[in-house]
DNA sequence: GCGCCGGCTTGACCTGAATCAAGGCGCTCG
DNA sequence: CGAGCGCCTTGATTCAGGTCAAGCCGGCGC
């Protein structure tokens, strides 16, 4: 981790682009600006782990972080993959207590921390970001319970294919380019990156899709939709 | 499902008993008492099902909801199970859309049932309420990510341990009553009835418990720790 | 008392996906 | 250019836990 460097204009820029904090007044996000901190990541490197006291949460700025839980023997199962607005480590700030899970930049990250107190001092005066928050948490809860029924209710072809449309609905056309690497796909997946080949061969061998790469064309939307 | 009359000091009492609304002023409770309606339901009911749209979302007063999903094959899966004073069904009201999952009365319930509007009014004017809704949100999203976890990372011997081990913890003492009827229990633990049965039976076998219809006593707390 | 029904247990079997092991392909870096 | 390293694919094997099928037990109505 780099302490980093942004201008106050760019960092407000920056502020004002995250869904969370949109509609909030220019003189706040100066206000957001002052109080926070920017920081750099490099690829590979955690912001916490899970179990950390926290002080604070994150805002991505730039890049992309995963989310993710280990197993005592090493297998991993990624909860959120967050990009450019999301905030990061926010359940704490809420609810007391430590990190639920452990955060990892894919590739550089710039983000802001914001404290505990600073942001809750912010949000008496302009309790709308409260409802902000309330809506992106609630929709974190509704794609765990999604991965939840994924994990415990679907096999593993159904959960790709369900992917697979969710990332098509995502990007509108039927070209679509896989967010991560593919073992990562597969830990988000909830299965071994062994397994995530085989069934994309398979559905690839049913002219469901065709893969190249990272990039999978649907061929076959209402087949997908049949599982 | 039946309208349900209280009287306005009791209903009054249920509200202020909510840890959500607790530290509002009394004449806000009124106000919530007079737009709120009290309901009914008796055990096997659906409050709710996932899908359905939502106009607002349920306090619980009494009795025990369980909020699950269903797989196609109808298998089941238990996400949450809220007692007095839980909020149920409140996803919808800050992202809007549709109740992500099914919620049934698990015997008699009486709740009361506020509407996204009254709410959101309230909140507008007593913003402290959405701090109590961001916390229980936040404990949800923990649980979630417990479950996820057991889920995907940990076997079925591991997952009943940790169980065990929780309800020993809130009960404080080593005799603990299951809170609900084992095959419900085995759905909110993502396992067959069956695989219950054996698992309850291996621990019993090893000394680490000893079951004795819902009651089960915890022998050997380390042991059931070291798995 | 007797039969029935729902919830639980037990046993036998099956299968989906993990694991282990061995390449293949495409990088970057010396 | 070739070595080495990630990342992915493919095949063989194993195993945890689900499914199917019987019984069992306790409560309840008749």
């Known amino acids: 981790m780099k302490p980093l460097t942004l201008d106050a204009p760019s960092k407000n820029a920056a502020l004002g682009a995250s869904p969370l904090l949109q509609g909030l007044a220019g003189q706040d996000l ?3 600006a002052r109080i926070s901190v920017a920081r750099r990541y490099d690829s590979g490197e955690m912001l ?19 989310v993710s839980r280990f197993g005592s023997d090493g297998r991993e199962q990624v909860i959120h993959l967050l990009g450019p607005g999301q905030p990061c480590g926010e359940v704490p700030v809420f609810e007391g207590g430590a990190f639920p899970a452990t955060a990892t930049a894919l590739g550089r990250v710039d983000c802001l921390f ?35 029924d994924d994990l415990s209710l679907k096999e593993v072809t159904a959960r790709l294919a369900r992917h697979l449309l969710d990332l098509q609905r995502e990007a509108g056309v039927d ?7 593919k073992g990562t ?12 080949s085989r069934t994309l061969g ?26």
Chains 1, 2 share one sequence.
């Not at 916490?48 to 995963?66: I, M, N, R, T, Y």
């Open 175 to 181: 070209r679509v380019e896989l967010e991560t690497a």
């Open 30 to 32: 100066d206000c957001l």
């Open 202 to 227: 398979k559905l690839q061998r049913q002219r469901l899709i065709s893969v190249d790469g990272r990039t999978v064309r649907i061929l076959d939307r209402g087949g997908l939709e049949g599982l």
């Open 114 to 148: 914001l404290s505990r107190a600073a942001f809750l001092e912010l949000a008496a005066r302009r309790p709308q970001i409260l409802l902000g928050m309330l809506a992106i948490l609630s929709r974190r809860l509704r794609a765990l319970v999604d991965l939840v």
């Open 48 to 66: 916490f782990l899970a179990g950390d006291e926290a002080a604070g949460f994150f805002l991505v700025l730039d890049g992309q972080v995963k």
């Open 185 to 196: 796909l597969a830990s988000r997946l909830g299965m071994s990156p062994e397994t995530l």
